[in-house]
Nanobody
Framework: QVQLVESGGGLVQAGGSLRLSCAFS????????MGWFRQAPGKEREFVAA????????YYADSVKGRFTISGVNAKNTVHLQMNSLKPEDTAVYYC???????????????????WGQGTQVTVSS
């Protein structure tokens, strides 16, 4: 059974940076595509970023492109989300997710992910 534990959330001023981490355990990390999603109060969960199971491809939502970077460290079974130039609208609970399917390299649909972390709160003040 895969377990995902996020960390690194917190309160930051607009324009600042945060680095989220997701620790993966229970299976072979390199066999899973990974993704980050977020959910703001009163809104649906939305896709943020994804990385392929090979680590060679990444994909971003338009709203974070150029500001966020997803990366995976196979040796540490960890995926990171570096968030720069944060905006108040980035405020949300951020979730890490893992997908075992090999139909594609990475996924932006939450329905393609098998496992989810508990989430970490990111708050950006104006």
């Amino acid at each position: 059974q895969v377990q995902l534990v996020e960390s690194g959330g917190g309160l930051v001023q607009a324009g600042g940076s945060l680095r989220l981490s997701c620790a993966f355990s229970g299976r072979t990390f390199s066999r899973y595509a990974m993704g980050w999603f977020r959910q703001a109060p009163g809104k649906e969960r939305e896709f943020v970023a994804a990385i392929s199971w090979s680590g060679g491809s990444t994909y971003y939502a338009d709203s974070v492109k150029g500001r966020f970077t997803i990366s995976g460290v196979n040796a540490k079974n960890t995926v990171h989300l570096q968030m720069n130039s944060l905006k108040p609208e980035d405020t949300a609970v951020y979730y890490c997710a893992a997908a075992s399917s090999r139909r594609r390299e990475y996924y932006s649909d939450s329905g393609d992910y098998n496992y989810w972390g508990q989430g970490t709160q990111v708050t950006v003040s104006s």
